[in-house]
């Protein structure tokens, strides 16, 4: 049989989601809605590669001597963490969130644990947002020792440990506050993000053996 002969590829296709978050505290619904159509094109990319590598591999193309082979799958970290954080970004919000978590919950007790006390672990974790550079703020938890730890990432695909859980997912990229704030104004941004976080959602992650955010 001819290597290259046409064969049956099959592929994964995403789903965008959709997040209700009017009527956040700070972050404008204009706002959410531009950062949501960014997140868009980051599925329809997954899917297109996805497509492409499928029917390449499909065709025989999958060698290490076809350079667009291997630009198209070292390209996939990109998108998909692209789309995998901002899904956990925009599930970690709620209009009406609470200030904080509960004093009595697992959250509190984990962050406490990890950080000496929430109000050390937020100080650490809004001083890295405020770090110069754009990206990404972390809150992971080791699965293997449940020790939490919060995280820089630069671009998407550089930096997340393999197999830690994301409790809360911060994006300090411009696009995500310039509609609403100053590229100066970023702790502004940071403080409204800290108003709208949705605790319940984080002590899910907590809790929950894999990772949880909405996909199908
Ligand atoms: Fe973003």
Redesign the pocket.
Known sequence: MNAYAPKIFVSKTYKEQTFDLHGLDGISDAQIRE?LA??AGYVKQVNVLNEELAAMTGRGQASVKDREFGDLTRHLGFEYNGMIL?EC?FSNLRPAADPKPSSGSGLAAALSESFGSVEQWQAAFQAIGAMRGVGWVILFQDPATDWLTNHWITLHQEGVPAGFKPLLVM?V?E??FMRDYQATERGKYIEAFFRNIDWRTVERRLVEASAVRLAR
């Open positions: 950062h960014l997140y901002h970004y994006d990229w696009h995500a």
